[in-house]
């Protein structure tokens, strides 16, 4: 950031100069250089006159032009922000390099910058490093700090993290509030120094005490993360706050989450909700999907979808992945919006591409059925292997299925039976008994009826129907198990209550294996269990 002219930083002295003034202004209208450079400082301030930019430039102009360089700096200022002239970067420059040249470090430090950000003059990494490097070894502590980036960044110059720290803790050092954040933040990472906690925390802490936003929010995340030091919710809010009043938009958004989820506080929708939008209206592209999602869903406002798809596509046109999903399941539904596969398509591409889990497994969806795009099983086996890999249950299934399936693409029973066991190992039911089925059959592995009982038990104690069916049969055959007409009759029963009719049949074969008592056991047994 450039400096502010040394007349602001004096600025609210309450003191009547009007002796003074008419004083200087005498000195100054005989062509004294300094009582010129004096004059525009009290026009710039309204010191014993009524505040004029426009002659505070008169004067610092005439001032300037007699060689001062605290006048040229201010002149170069003035140029910079537009006061009392019209913005002109490339007269703030030429006004800088006069004052930078005769070595008055804020004009050397200011003109680093027009260099580094290409304002007024050519960009030029290596004339803003020859500039910062002037006025930083003049002791200007902005100077230091951005010497410090560039060496961090390699930006300019090769990238060499001790050159970083030491520029970063020069700055520090004269309480440089950003320098002591930068050198927090090397220690945190252990870049250019050993890693260390409680250095890196002293150093945020000296920048935060100073109300420095970015040093606030990392405070806080050590606190809220317990990483590192003790998980203490209080001062993970406490510092949050600080930071988000300052509209820091990932502090706003923080304080929105632990609102949401009552973690350190009590849970607060309406809180939430009010620093989700605060972080949103600055641009903070995840508070834009959680705001999208409370339209979306009704959570906290009135169920609005135009709202959710805006704040979805402010969100999803920053890159943000979970946003792109959930327009493309507006256009899907036409809520908010009028009904478009195409453009939902388009949305899901987005996300996914990304490696949005959900949004890869729909596209496969959509390329298996044939739903908005042409039926491609390729396509669909692509996309659900992407999201397979990452172990996405859904999609291990699916893929599972696909190489299952004989009119597919590619029929390969040893990959079905991999994805099968993938999920099943994730608990999920669907696939749990499709490898009961191919252990009880043999399809693509040597047939194993202990295997196939294992898995058929596990799908089966989730409530699935089939399996249940199945388990019955093994009790009552003894494959796999000892027969227990008892069991059989149990998991035949379960399968019959909920509504599979071939277990009748067996469940009476069962019945008729057991004495009477045996029988009103069971029963019992059954009546205890849920659904």
Known sequence: MTKYSPNEADANNGSTYTAEFLRVKGLAERGV???????????????????????????????????LEHAQYNLG?????????????????????????????????????????GQGVANDTQ?????????????????????????????GVPQDFKQAIFWYRKAAEQGYARA???????????????????????????????????????????????????????????????????DHASSQFNLGLIYDNGQGVPRDEQKALDWYRKAAEQGHAAAQNNLGLRYDHGQGVEQDYEQAQFWYRKAAEQGFPGAQYHLGLLYDAGHGVVVDHQEAIF???????????????????????????PQDYRKAMGWYRRAAEQDYVAAQYALGLLFDNDDGPQPDCNQANHWYRKAADQGHTQAQFALGLRYDNGLGVQRDYAQAHQWYLQAASQGHVRAQFNLGLMYLSGQGVPADASQAWLWLAMSERAGYAAAARYLKNAA????PAQLAQVRERMEMLPG
């Open 512 to 515: 008729g294996r057991m004495d």
């Open 77 to 117: 200022v003035m140029y910079q922000k537009g006061q009392g002239v019209e913005q002109n970067f490339e007269e703030a420059a030429a006004w800088y390099r006069l004052a930078a040249e005769q070595g008055y470090a804020a004009a050397q430090y200011n003109l680093g910058w027009l260099y580094a950000k």
């Open 347 to 373: 949305w899901y591409r987005k996300a996914a591409d990304q490696g949005h889990l959900r949004a890869q497994f729909d596209l496969g969806l959509r390329y298996e059925t044939g739903r908005g795009v």
């Open 33 to 67: 250089a300094n009582a010129q450079h004096s004059l525009g400082f009290m026009y710039f301030n309204g010191q014993g006159v009524a505040q004029s930019y426009e002659l505070a430039v008169v004067w610092y102009r005439q001032a300037a032009q007699s060689g």
């Open 180 to 246: 002591q954040f930068n050198l927090g933040l090397r220690y945190d990472n252990g870049q250019g120094v050993p890693q260390d906690v409680g250095q890196a925390m002293s150093w945020y802490r000296k920048a935060a005490d100073q109300g420095y936003a970015p040093a606030q929010f990392n405070l806080a995340l050590r606190f809220d993360k317990g990483d590192g030091i003790a998980q203490d919710a209080q001062k993970a809010i406490l510092w949050y706050r600080r930071a988000a009043e300052q």
């Open 127 to 155: 004339q803003a490093m020859h500039w910062f490097s002037k006025a930083a070894e003049q002791g200007d502590a902005g100077a230091q700090n951005n010497l410090g980036m560039m060496y961090d960044t390699g930006k």
